[in-house]
């Protein structure tokens, strides 16, 4: 029997939305329809789904083609024993809820049936507060029984993808510290991506923006074309059990031909970085993963011609970035087996992203460094070839033999002069007498290079020629000054066209004129500023022009600037321009000296291509 109680039945309503999902039901087995009916009337009445069964077979009829959260199983059945049902259940359905229910006040059996796992136990006959609070509690301990192994599975889950990313992250940093080479580095990304033994994305984009930020241009993708190339490719894999530094290993090689088809794709992908509209421009400018799924992106238009290329209309973007500045985007997806990508799947990416734009920026850095000791080395070995062109003075060949001994009968004392006021200066701490051995010490050092120079034109002006290119001698002795342009902040630009004329030239004279021409550039240029070095090709002569953005020479000095000894300088000699126009028509060619358009000065230099007699001194 079951005693009625109406007037607690509100207070003890049970929450069976809480406790139930909405597909779950109640089983009531009992052979006694009265008690059967009156539980599933409570149980109806306060939301639950009630099924009846008056025997083992119904009940079983039940488990098997509904989702049953808890048994009342009354232990005296018509068919079987309600003991035996219990173990049977309590291996079978683990999250199953079951509440023993019989006639019998006997402790033993009650204590029985705990042990073999029923959740609790109800004699008759059963007050429905008693009930109430039964079936509540069994209910309760179900879903916290339910909820624990889900939340055990996803701390498993959790555990098992820190582990995974840690272990992905030590194959990774194994791979990156192994190469610098930028296309190397990207293959690892991607092999990381869509390897076994890495994320596991059917295919993977990835795309940077060139040099100058212009556009985002596709570099390298992996991945299968079709289902059947997939399985190939994946089944060669497991057949030689390779793993993920074996395709890294292999993959220049034996796999790159399996990706024919999304390099391809991958390469026609070209958007200018002005394209603020295009989702790829903008996931790279948020700096946000973005999720495209069936051509939809939220907020994000997605532009037909992308799913088209892709042939896929469902993907995620996310961007590569360093601290200064965005570097690209990788496109991933489940093009060959459609499988949904998860948050898990997003979130391990961006880890992984972050990790990859690192690896790039280090690339990035190191291909900078390169460059900049490939300078350095061009710097030290121009410096070390033209020392002695750059000690020298202006050479003119005007003052003969007689210069020669003039500077020899005249070097000696001057020499001596500067020297014994700079030591003197050295040991004296009377400013007034300081003053004085500063001016011996510039004056004679003033005369010891104009007789360094004068000593120079006593060289005859006969040229060692040899065919050669002469873009490369312009190159260097550019270079020559690198430090010190860095030093006084001049930017340099060398416009230069590809094709490398081969002029017949005296090497080192034609350098020597170069440095001059650059050295007025710089000189001219004290707050900083500009060096623009280009080269016309012409078919019968080469145009070098050096452009500064400097003070400029005023047009009544323009005239004089070639005369020997005329300078506008504080210090020198003026003889470098003039030293420029003899070695220039050595050579039958020209130059000339004129106010550019930007500013400053344009010295420009003329030198046939055609080889002709050259003049002899």
């Known amino acids: 029997m079951v005693e009625l109680l109406t007037l607690k039945d509100d207070q003890t309503a049970l929450p069976a939305l809480q406790l ?79 509440i023993m229910v019989t006639g019998s006040i006997d402790l033993q059996m009650a204590l029985d049936c705990l042990r073999h796992g029923a959740d609790d136990y109800l004699t008759k006959p059963v007050s429905l507060e008693q009930f109430n609070h039964t079936v509540r509690n069994t209910l309760k301990k179900r879903r916290l029984a339910i909820d624990n192994r889900a939340f055990q599975r996803e701390l498993e889950a959790t555990n098992y993808r820190t582990q995974f990313l840690h272990q992905l992250t030590q194959k990774m940093n194994s791979a990156y510290l192994s190469t610098v080479e930028l296309t190397d580095i990207l293959q690892a990304i991607l092999v ?24 985002l241009q596709g570099r390298l993708a992996i991945g299968p074309s079709s289902r059947e190339d997939a399985g190939r490719v994946w089944n060669a894999i497991k057949e030689k059990d390779l793993h993920f530094q074996d395709i890294l290993t ?23 970085a002005s394209d603020h509209e295009h989702i790829l421009i903008q996931a790279a400018l948020q700096r946000t993963s973005i999720i495209v799924s069936h051509g939809k992106a939220g907020d994000f238009p997605v532009a037909h011609e992308l799913l088209e290329l892709l042939n896929e209309d469902s993907f995620v973007i996310v961007p590569l970035y360093s601290p200064s500045k965005s570097l690209g985007v990788i496109i991933v997806d489940n093009f060959i087996t459609g499988k949904a990508i998860s948050s898990d799947d997003i979130n391990a990416l961006e880890i992984f992203a972050s990790q990859a734009s690192l690896a790039i920026e280090h690339s990035h850095l190191y291909e900078d460094m390169l460059k900049k000791i490939e300078e350095l080395e061009v710097i030290t070995q121009e410096l070390e070839r033209s020392k002695d062109l750059l000690v020298e003075a202006e050479k003119y060949s005007a003052m003969g033999q007689m210069s020669a001994q003039l500077v020899h009968a005249i070097r000696n004392p001057i020499t001596s002069i500067g020297g014994t006021a700079r030591l003197l ?187 002709l007699p050259l003049p002899q001194a």
């Not at 990381?192 to 556009?215: K, Y």
């Open 250 to 272: 292999h993959l220049r090689t034996e796999y790159r031909d399996k990706d024919v088809e999304v390099n391809r794709i991958v390469r026609s992908l070209k958007i200018p």
């Open 425 to 611: 200066a050295k040991k004296s701490d009377d400013p007034y007498t300081l003053n004085f051995l500063n001016i011996i010490t510039k004056e004679a050092a003033k005369i010891e290079a104009t007789l360094e120079d004068l000593f120079g034109f006593v060289e005859d002006g006969e040229l060692n020629v040899i065919e050669q290119p002469i873009y490369p001698i312009l190159r260097r002795s550019v270079m020559v000054f690198y430090t010190t342009m860095k030093k006084y902040n001049i930017a340099y630009v060398l416009d230069l066209p590809e094709e490398d004329p081969i002029i017949a030239v005296d090497g080192a004279r034609i350098r020597q004129a170069f440095l001059h021409l650059i050295r007025n550039a710089i000189e001219a240029m004290p707050e900083g500023g500009k060096l623009k070095v280009s080269g016309i090709n012409h078919p019968d002569s080469v145009h070098i022009t050096i452009n500064d953005t400097g003070l400029g020479i005023p047009e009544a000095a323009l005239r004089r600037v070639s005369d020997p000894f005329y300078t506008t300088k504080v210090y020198g000699t003026g003889m470098g321009l003039t030293l420029v126009e003899r070695i220039v028509a050595l050579h039958n060619g020209g130059f000339h000296l004129k106010p550019s358009p930007d500013g400053g000065m344009a010295a420009t230099v003329v030198l046939p291509r055609i080889a």
């Open 20 to 98: 139930l999902s909405a597909d779950e039901v109640v089983v009531i087995v009992d052979d006694s329809p009265e008690i059967v009916l009156l539980l599933s009337h409570y149980l109806s009445k306060h939301g639950f789904t009630v099924l009846q069964a008056g025997s083992a077979k119904e009940l079983y009829s039940h488990l098997e083609h509904e989702k049953v959260a808890l048994v009342l199983l009354d232990i005296g059945l018509p068919d079987r024993n309600g003991t035996d049902i219990l173990q049977d259940l309590v291996s079978r359905y683990p999250d199953l809820g079951i």
């Open 192 to 215: 990381g991506i869509t390897s076994e033994e890495g994320l596991q994305f059917n295919r993977a984009f990835l795309a940077l923006f060139d040099e100058n930020g212009a556009f």
